[in-house]
């Protein structure tokens, strides 16, 4: 590809969605060369109904013809299958939940993609996330913001970036609010406007967890026990139902339980029949899972998690001391201090207690809108 003469090159994942349409259609009216590059990441059940990849790249290429860029369609998924899905599955397996679009960003779109671009000789890539970033002119070191929009902001997602990664990436639409992406979208013509946000994982896609998790991790049914009443209480652990395998549940789950009519027994007046049910605890070698009624029993609540796998942002841990963290996406940030940082893990201590805090998940760690980086949640306490 030869460059367009004083323009600085730019490569912008396009995947079809409005998003990273309109971060396109920026860069260009900023005046920036910009090529688009569609990414295929899964191809296990490319033709299934819920696998929409071939739609996606339908509405890229219509995308860049209205532009008027370039669009080059890639196949990551030998990478992804590598580096995101064995960990994904292995994760579950273990009794865990992972994030595997936390490790997506990391390993394909900010590595797999940032190589690719840069040998198309581009001097930057661009993708159509809620996020900022800024250079700090005091330490030199690159800033991963929240997005302005908080109801969209992902900078969750992306606290595994590091400053090589940052000081290569633009994030248009991190600026503007959904509503105002969106008026730019119609104004301007692009036949993906009004399409619907996608939601859920890549290779998942809207088809049912629990299905598209069968065919990769074998079922073993035990025994679903009672933790409402206290133990040492007759009731205590008694068998109210079976699980159909614990990688298949998630810390704070409430649907899918096949349990609701059940009462606990010696349950107090209000919490009642009709008080739901919620996954509390794994106990992997014993294959129990372990549920309690009421949203606030002091089983789903932690004042305190730990955390390993840490990456920071700067390329070294903040100082210890108070600070803010997302412990799961879509959460507020909740006030909390950091400690016991040692090697590539730390611990933090939460004052108001947090609820469901999943071995996993990410536990994301915030100064106002400064995303510092984070870790992988191994372990709560009360």
């Known amino acids: 590809m030869?460059?367009?003469?004083?323009?600085?090159?730019?490569?912008?994942?396009?995947?079809?969605?409005?998003?990273?349409?309109?971060?396109?259609?920026?860069?260009?009216?900023?005046?920036?060369?910009?090529?688009?590059?569609?990414?295929?990441?899964?191809?296990?059940?490319?033709?299934?109904?819920?696998?929409?990849?071939?739609?996606?790249?339908?509405?890229?290429?219509?995308?860049?013809?209205?532009?008027?860029?370039?669009?080059?369609?890639?196949?990551?998924?030998?990478?992804?299958?590598?580096?995101?899905?064995?960990?994904?599955?292995?994760?579950?397996q273990a009794g865990r939940t992972p994030n595997p679009d936390i490790l997506c960003n990391a390993e394909i779109k900010f590595k797999a993609f940032l190589d690719h671009a840069m040998r198309l000789g581009a001097e930057k890539i661009a993708t159509g996330h809620y996020a900022r970033v800024r250079l700090n002119e005091a330490s030199g070191k690159h800033e991963l913001l929240k997005g302005l929009d908080p109801s969209k902001d992902q900078s969750y997602f992306l606290h595994r970036l590091n400053q090589a990664q940052l000081s290569k990436t633009l994030f248009p639409v991190g600026e503007l609010h959904k509503t105002e992406v969106r008026r730019i979208a119609e104004e301007i013509g692009l036949p993906n406007a009004k399409k619907k946000d996608s939601t859920g994982i890549c290779f998942i896609g809207e088809r049912p967890f629990r299905e598209f998790l069968n065919r990769y991790i074998q079922k073993e049914p035990g025994p679903i026990k009672d933790g409402t009443p206290a133990p040492g209480d007759k009731a205590y652990g008694r068998v109210i139902g079976n699980h159909v395998g614990l990688s298949f549940y998630t810390l704070g789950q409430r649907q899918g339980l096949g349990i609701g009519g059940i009462k606990a027994k010696g349950a107090q007046k209000g919490g009642g029949e009709h008080a739901p049910w919620f996954v509390a605890r794994k106990d992997m070698e014993k294959n129990t899972l372990w549920v309690v009624q009421g949203h606030e029993h002091p089983w789903l609540l932690?004042?305190?998690?730990?955390?390993?796998?840490?990456?920071?942002?700067?390329?070294?841990?903040?100082?210890?001391?108070?600070?803010?963290?997302?412990?799961?996406?879509?959460?507020?940030?909740?006030?909390?201090?950091?400690?016991?940082?040692?090697?590539?893990?730390?611990?933090?201590?939460?004052?108001?207690?947090?609820?469901?805090?999943?071995?996993?998940?990410?536990?994301?760690?915030?100064?106002?809108?400064?995303c510092l980086g984070g870790g992988v949640i191994d372990d709560a306490q009360p």
Not at 32 to 59: A, L
């Open 2 to 92: 030869s460059k367009q003469t004083g323009k600085q090159r730019v490569v912008v994942g396009l995947s079809g969605g409005v998003d990273s349409a309109v971060s396109a259609y920026l860069l260009k009216q900023q005046g920036y060369e910009v090529i688009g590059i569609f990414m295929k990441n899964w191809e296990d059940d490319d033709d299934s109904e819920y696998c929409s990849s071939n739609i996606d790249f339908v509405d890229a290429a219509s995308v860049a013809d209205v532009i008027g860029i370039e669009i080059e369609h890639v196949n990551f998924a030998a990478e992804y299958k590598d580096r995101v899905f064995s960990e994904f599955v292995r994760e579950y």
């Open 302 to 370: 932690s004042h305190r998690l730990h955390a390993q796998d840490a990456s920071w942002v700067a390329g070294e841990p903040p100082a210890p001391g108070a600070m803010a963290a997302k412990t799961r996406y879509r959460q507020a940030d909740a006030a909390c201090t950091i400690g016991n940082i040692e090697g590539n893990a730390f611990s933090l201590q939460f004052p108001q207690a947090q609820w469901a805090v999943t071995p996993g998940q990410s536990a994301v760690l915030y100064d106002n809108d400064v």
